[in-house]
């Protein structure tokens, strides 16, 4: 029997797609901005050895994600499916507004950067706890957001963090959006980087 690797998320809104691109952009210019870190050779110049590459999220993959199901035994898809649609019908529209970037992890070289999802009134925390309810899973240290792109490479100046803050749009500043629908998601591994499929889209039809 096959295994799928499956992943429950909320695309983002339009315009708030829009921001986070053009966040990932200004991320990477940032970076590439910087003068190579490493000990200076030959009189001052620096080696070309170390420093922190990105490389940014394809603008289709862009999404929340809820719950990570991981491999998955494909007879068991239909099933889950029903049930996704059960609690998307009695799920209200969360709302939620870009926030403050950050990486992964938060000590030692950064290897994933972020743009963080602001919760209106605990509706997003409350989705993703319905759904990893749902499917049997215990929500264990929900932090909403958007990744950027993955990092590479050692951050000798500290400088990604920096550039992360000031990549991501300013907090307190967004407007909330509230999501449409959520997306049951195939994640297929390829050599040059995971390519989303969706597989079933659920719309949020509960009462606001």
């Known amino acids: 029997m096959d295994d799928v690797r499956l ?56 999404h929340l994600t809820l719950v990570f199901l991981g491999d998955t035994p494909s007879a068991e898809i239909p099933a ?32 994933v950067a972020w743009c963080g999802a602001e919760d209106l009134d ?6 993703a706890e319905a759904v990893a309810s749902a499917v049997g899973r215990k929500l264990d240290r929900f932090r909403p957001h958007f990744t950027l792109g993955y990092l590479k490479g050692r951050d000798y100046h500290r400088v990604v963090r ?12 967004q407007e909330f959006h509230a999501a449409q629908e959520m997306v049951l998601f195939e994640s297929r591994l390829r050599p040059s980087g995971a390519e989303h499929v969706a597989l079933r889209r659920y719309t949020f039809d509960g009462d606001s």
């Open 7 to 62: 992943f429950v998320a909320i695309p983002a809104p339009r315009e708030m797609h829009q921001r986070l691109v053009a966040a990932g952009l200004r991320l990477k210019q940032r970076l590439n901005e910087e003068p190579p870190p490493g000990p200076t050779v030959n009189g001052g110049a620096r080696s070309p050895e170390g420093g922190v590459r990105v490389r940014l999220i394809p603008p289709e993959n862009i």
């Open 80 to 111: 889950l499916q029903q049930v996704l649609a059960r609690v998307a019908e009695a799920i209200p529209q969360p709302r939620f507004r870009l926030g403050a970037g950050g990486v992964f992890p938060a000590r030692g070289n950064p290897r």
């Open 122 to 127: 605990g509706s997003l925390h409350g989705t």
């Open 162 to 173: 920096p550039a992360v803050t000031a990549a991501c749009p300013e907090t307190g500043k």
